[in-house]
């Protein structure tokens, strides 16, 4: 089975009117269990789209998508995955327990259920010690750790994040890059990770799907051969800034 199969799929906003975008031509993508993809490419050709499509925000002007072997729209409902974006999109008033509660009490759990996840999801992001704590009350990078909790609370296969470190300093960046690959290996969880960052994309993945400007395409993938677990040696290897080299130089080629 795989996580995400896309085949064939684009989008075409506001069809026969004026304002008519093509935003994505004909992707074919399939992301495997446990796999961390990257889609890198310019501001507006698609990424975020794309996304929504997998999330089933969307639905494709043409072709297919399933994530976990189901169409889309049953995934969502039967909450195959979890979502974070750029802004952690917290409850202000409803503290990081009650916020990374949320998709468990849509599910229906028991108050018991609810909290012992929580704690264990707390736990994952180190963030035990903030349960009572309001989103205001945390930084950045921790209010993005609570979004994260939230979106792994109920132990989804797939993780969909758009752009999540793009507003934090560069050292919360890389300390937030390195525990989410802990977390997904500790997990098993699938990831598909929308960034611009170039050595983002190459320290996080295990694939580097590079877009065109709009209408987006994919127009090649790169394959991110470094150890695992990524550290700062590998951060400081030549092998990371040859594949850094590769990927943006298939950025240039799909200018
Ligand atoms: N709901 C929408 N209606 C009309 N156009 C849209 C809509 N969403 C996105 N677009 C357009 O589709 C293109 C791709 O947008 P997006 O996926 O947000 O790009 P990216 O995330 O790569 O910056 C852009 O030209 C954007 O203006
Ligand atoms: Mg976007």
């Not at 995400?4 to 074919?28: C, M, R, Y």
């Not at 707390?122 to 989103?135: K, Q, S, T």
Request: hydrophobic share 40%; net charge neutral.
């Amino acid at each position: 089975m795989t996580a995400v199969s896309i085949q064939a799929v684009s989008q075409v906003f506001n069809p026969g009117h004026t304002g008519e975008v093509t935003a994505l031509s004909d992707v074919d993508l399939t992301v495997a269990p446990g796999e961390f993809v990257s889609l890198i490419g310019p501001s507006g050709c698609g990424k975020s789209t794309l996304l929504r499509l997998i999330a089933d925000l969307i639905t494709p002007t043409s072709g297919t998508v399933e994530v976990n072997g189901k169409p889309a729209g049953k995934a969502r409902l039967d909450q195959e995955y979890g979502i974070a974006f750029q802004q952690a999109g917290l409850f202000e008033w409803r503290t990081v327990q009650r916020n990374v509660e949320l998709p468990l009490e849509l599910r229906g759990q028991s108050r018991a259920e609810r909290r012992s996840r929580t704690a264990e999801m707390l736990e994952l992001v180190g963030l035990a010690d903030f349960a009572r704590h309001y989103p205001a009350q945390l930084s950045g990078g921790m209010q993005q750790r609570v979004a994260i909790a939230r979106a792994l609370a109920v132990h989804p296969p797939l993780l969909l994040m758009d752009e999540p470190f793009g507003a934090l300093d560069e050292m919360t960046r890389e300390r937030l890059q390195t525990e989410l690959l802990a977390i997904c290996a500790k997990t098993g969880t699938s990831t598909i990770f929308v960034t611009h960052s170039i050595s983002e994309a190459v320290f996080l993945s295990n694939r580097v799907v590079v877009m065109s400007p709009r209408p987006g395409r994919i127009t090649a993938t790169v394959d991110i051969d470094l150890p695992s677990p990524r550290d700062e040696a590998v951060r400081q290897s030549p092998a990371f800034f040859d594949a850094v080299t590769t990927v943006r130089k298939a950025l240039r080629a799909a200018a």
